[in-house]
């Protein structure tokens, strides 16, 4: 509770159940373990069905590039990772490869869209959180 009220005071916003949760996942994500991006790529690829040849890949189809984004986005949150060592763990990618999915994710996450996991669409919060979750508990 203390945190959910610091962070009221701070941003002015009203506390809301999404917000809740959000707060709530950070703490626990930093009092719980460190992730490493190896834990964040087995996850992505378990949970999307794909190898990790094809996430580190230059394939564009989305069944791969979005789930590459995601992990991206995971890795930029979840690790104290650099743009360029995120980049280079993911293919060798560029840092401004890294900062394009973390916009776009972050562009998902605003208009609510869904991404398709084992042929049934997610919302990309649920499909974050169940990532997160995930790695969390590994």
Known sequence: MNCLQTWHVMTKQKITTTM????LADLERDCIRIIKMDDIKQIVCTT?????ADLKSSRRSRNVS?????AMFLARKLTQAAY???????GG???STVM???K???QWLKNQDSIRVALQD?????????????????
């Open 122 to 138: 997610w919302s990309t919060e649920e499909i974050i959180e169940s990532l997160e979750q995930q790695l969390l508990a590994s």
């Open 48 to 52: 999307f069905g794909i190898s990790e």
């Open 93 to 95: 990618r560029n840092h």
């Open 104 to 106: 776009k994710v972050r």
């Open 84 to 90: 360029s060592e995120i980049g280079d763990f993911f």
């Open 20 to 23: 809740a949760r959000q707060v």
């Open 66 to 70: 979005q789930p590459r984004m995601l």
């Open 100 to 102: 394009f999915a973390e």
